[in-house]
């Protein structure tokens, strides 16, 4: 049974940092793409970044492009996403979520999420 | 850059048909998949339908999926509706310069 489970939310002021993990399970972590998706408080979806199954290509939003950061360690099952300089407008609950493949944009399988909170 | 527009809300009784469309605003609606996700209040998203009417393994039959090039729209439609149904319903596809575009949501209310 494939599994993702989200940790390392919480509140952080503004220009501050966090990372965010995403623990895979119930299939071969490396052969898969995965990406971050992002939902503010009483808002919709919002896609962030994308990962290949060996890390080597990545792909940001224009939102979140030069602050955050996707990476992988397939050793360890995880998923990370480094998100620096946060605003107020980073405020949302972030899923990741496990691709199909590099290039089939869309998921079967999403996390639980975990809340990030930017404010003073 | 595309976007996908949804109606905000539907609303219809239980064991009757609903139809959710999501309306591509530029590029063909069929030169890319077409998912459907189902997100219960405060519950993370489920996928009901992917790559234009295929249903994931445990999602029911009453859910479909199609698009209409005509309208350069994708439906989601919901039969014999039950109160677990009641949920908010995101259309999302994609291109080569426009990673996972997301539809604004639909809130279904089941009365």
């Known amino acids: 049974e494939v599994q993702l489970v989200e940790s390392g939310g919480g509140l952080v002021q503004p220009g501050g940092s966090l990372r965010l993990s995403c623990a895979a399970s119930?299939?071969?972590?490396?052969?898969?793409?995965m990406s971050w998706v992002r939902q503010a408080p009483g808002k919709g979806l919002e896609w962030v970044s994308a990962?290949?199954?060996?890390?080597?290509?990545?792909y940001y939003a224009d939102s979140v492009k030069g602050r955050f950061t996707i990476s992988r360690d397939n050793s360890k099952n995880t998923l990370y996403l480094q998100m620096n300089s946060l605003r107020a407008e980073d405020t949302a609950v972030y899923y990741c979520?496990?691709?199909?493949?590099?290039?089939?944009?869309?998921?079967?399988?999403w996390g639980q999420g975990t809340l990030v909170t930017v404010s003073s | 850059n595309f976007m996908l527009t949804q109606p905000h809300s539907v609303s219809e009784s239980p064991g009757k048909t609903v139809t959710i469309s999501c309306t591509r605003s530029s590029g063909s609606i069929a030169s890319n998949y077409v998912q459907w996700y189902q997100q219960r209040p405060g519950s993370a998203p489920t996928t009901v339908i992917y790559e234009d009417n295929q249903r994931p393994s445990g999602v029911p039959d009453r859910f479909s999926g199609s698009i209409d090039s005509s309208s350069n729209s994708a439906s989601l439609t919901i039969s014999g509706l039950k109160t677990e149904d009641e949920a908010d319903y995101y259309c999302q596809s994609y291109d080569s310069s426009n990673p996972w575009v997301f539809g604004g949501g639909t809130k279904l209310t089941v009365l």
């Open positions: 990962i290949s199954g060996s890390g080597g290509s990545t």
């Open positions: 119930g299939f071969t972590f490396s052969s898969y793409a």
């Open positions: 979520a496990k691709q199909p493949t590099w290039i089939q944009l869309w998921s079967l399988y």
